[in-house]
């Protein structure tokens, strides 16, 4: 099925935003699991020393997106599989669309302080 709503514009650049996106949230995940192991004794100035950091402001920004990319991806593929009605599909994945965008958009206020 071809539809405008997908990301890319065929199966193999939806592959490719999967896959690379799946990359980005599994190092963010590791560097997380790793900064925590590392601080043991973690506090709030640690924390905000962390993210105070721009290099993390924009490594969590990439990791941001890229679940963003991720789920709709999915979720694109997963409606239009089992999701038969046209109404009902463009429905669900209107919502998804809305409810991902508040999500980024918050989430870069929370990362950037804006």
Known sequence: MNSVTNIGRNGIQDWI??????????FYTLFLIGFFAVNTDLDYQTWSA???QT???IFSLLALLSIGAHAWVGLWTVSTDYIKSAMQRVLFQ?????ISFVYVVWGIQII???
């Open 17 to 26: 935003i999967q896959r690379v996106s799946a990359y980005v949230l599994a």
């Open 50 to 52: 962390l993210f105070n």
């Open 55 to 57: 290099w993390f402001k």
């Open 94 to 98: 209107a919502a998804f669309i809305l």
């Open 112 to 114: 950037w302080g804006l």
